[in-house]
């Protein structure tokens, strides 16, 4: 079973005057379960598992003339020629997913949340 439906790119732009990107998001789009991104931190200039940030970019309509979706070609380009660094992999995204994911549940306790339940979608014709 695949879990997710692969990555979105996003890349944010530098101001409102400016086209030039200052970041990416890549977004990873799950079947089920929190939103989960990658975002490049320019302050600390790393690839941070940040999902708020993400989230805000993806569905808070004061910043959709902040942001352009971009392929994954274009947001390596982007990565190098206005970040100065390298898109990690698809796989290295999913890790860090997968790391902050679990991090964040862990913190929270809320690993049993979003553990299958095979049940949770049946519908008794029945009732």
Sequence with gaps: MV???GFVY??????????????LIAHLITLNGPVQAVVWNVQSKTWTFDPSTAAAFLYDFDFFDKRFKVDRTQAEHVARSDLQTELPSEDALRAICSAGLAAWMEKEDLSAEFEDDDDAWDVDSDS
């Design 10 to 23: 996003l890349a944010v732009k530098e101001s409102d005057v400016s086209d030039r990107p200052s970041s």
């Design 3 to 5: 879990d997710d439906a």
